[in-house]
């Protein structure tokens, strides 16, 4: 299937958020790139995303289970960063290896 849409949505959506000053302060490990490069990550694994999810499903669906997945990776991440910030940015990097090693099996 397509799970790895979700994971990589994930790292996605955790890219974008990483740009914005409020979250780089948090952690000195975010301050390592320019928010302008990883922004521009951020936006480039969502458009991976979304080709995955095509690419496994199909266009009608894969539409509606892209939305689906980054809606429920959206909320993870963001009730993750209200909790333990650090731990929403950590998983992230997780959550796109698990994404490599899924769909490379």
Known sequence: MAFEAG?????GLAGL???????????PALR???P????????VLLGLSLLLAIAGWGSA???????AQISVAGVAF???LSWR???AFRLSIAALLCAGV???A
């Open 7 to 11: 994971l990589i949505a994930y790292t």
């Open 17 to 27: 958020a990483a740009s914005v000053a409020k979250h780089r302060r948090d952690d």
């Open 32 to 34: 390592l790139l320019p």
């Open 36 to 43: 302008a490069t990883v922004r521009v990550a951020g936006s």
């Open 61 to 67: 669906i894969g539409i509606v289970g892209w939305v």
């Open 78 to 80: 963001v009730l993750l």
């Open 85 to 87: 910030p650090r731990i």
């Open 102 to 104: 899924i769909a490379v």
